[in-house]
């Protein structure tokens, strides 16, 4: 016998051996399990009888016993227990017999339910009188203390990410109430600068570094817009001044034209991504404070080329 198939065997072996140990306990289960009798089909019978209302208010007469009548609907439903209950039975169709000859009322004139006289209707809640304009809601929804905790569909870093932001806006609802305004740049002071009166001189550049143009003496304003009218401004008034100075240097003239060129680079970059589709907390607060940065740095390397310049003016 082959070694594989004889390793095999036992293990086959002790499984069927179980599986029928089992099969035979769950009969054997089974069949000790006492019989349930079945409720005898009299016993569990329910009889309807329907009787009409009459047209006249007033109560009706109370049913015969072992009768229950349904509110409002004019139906009686009987439990027959046995034979006994079949004479209370009769009687109580033979009493209907006569209402039954009056015509059928359910409603009144308004169209309301016809209700015998002193009955109460059982509802739950009094509900308010409905405006006729206003459209009934067809679902009957009701506020729950759960509303804020519904979201969007989402894993679980979404959940988080809303919980999180959730708990920031309490603190700041605690901390600096719910009128919260959010913080903005303050503009610079639209005066003219005076160079003798900063707080510090070294940062006013000088002739040895060749960064002198920054201490030049003019008014701040800002720039004329980020459309690029701001950078057409300064590209025509860096070409007058080239064309005014042609007999000067070119060296010299580059040097002192050279600040005005970087500070129109910057504006140029800032008037593309602002036509380009910014983002909006950026176009609304960092695009306008560079370009008015760069706008009054291009003006003062005007102005102090201008006047370095007067000497070859041609």
């Not at 009299?42 to 015969?64: K, Y």
Request: aromatic share 4%.
């Amino acid at each position: 016998m082959n070694p594989a198939v004889r390793d095999e065997a036992l293990p086959r072996l002790v499984a069927t051996t179980a599986t029928m140990a089992l099969l035979v306990l769950g009969g054997r289960l089974l069949l000790a399990l006492p019989g349930t009798p079945l409720p005898e089909a009299e016993e569990s019978r329910i009889q309807l009888r329907f009787s009409t209302r009459p047209r006249t208010a007033g109560a009706l007469p109370p049913p015969p016993d072992a009768t229950v009548a349904a509110p409002h609907t004019g139906v009686h439903a009987t439990a027959l227990a046995g034979p006994a209950t079949a004479a209370p039975a009769a009687s109580a169709s033979s009493a209907a017999a006569p209402a039954a000859a009056a015509p059928l009322a359910l409603y009144d004139g308004q169209g309301r339910i016809q209700l015998p006289v002193g009955a109460v209707p059982q509802s739950p809640t009094t509900r308010r009188e409905r405006d006729p304009l206003e459209p009934a809601n067809p679902v009957d929804y009701r506020g729950t203390r759960f509303e804020d905790a519904w979201i969007s569909d989402g894993d679980a870093a979404d959940v988080a990410q809303q919980e999180l932001r959730r708990a920031q806006q309490k603190v700041a609802e605690v901390l600096f109430g719910k009128d919260v305004q959010h913080a903005r740049a303050r503009p610079s002071p639209e005066v003219r600068f005076n160079p003798a009166r900063h707080e510090r001189p070294s940062d006013l550049g000088s002739e040895a570094t060749g960064d002198a143009w920054r201490a030049a003496p003019i008014s701040y304003e800002p720039a004329p817009g980020l459309g690029g009218e701001a950078s057409r401004r300064i590209r025509e008034r860096v070409a007058a001044l080239e064309r005014e100075h042609a007999g000067c240097d070119r060296q010299r003239l580059a040097t002192l034209v050279a600040p005005v060129r970087q500070s129109l680079d910057e504006l140029q970059r800032v008037e593309y991504a602002y036509a380009h589709g910014a983002d909006p907390v950026r176009a609304q607060h960092q695009l306008p404070a560079t370009a008015n940065g760069a706008w009054d740095q291009a003006r003062r390397a005007l102005w102090y080329a201008e006047r370095q310049l007067a000497d070859c003016r041609s």
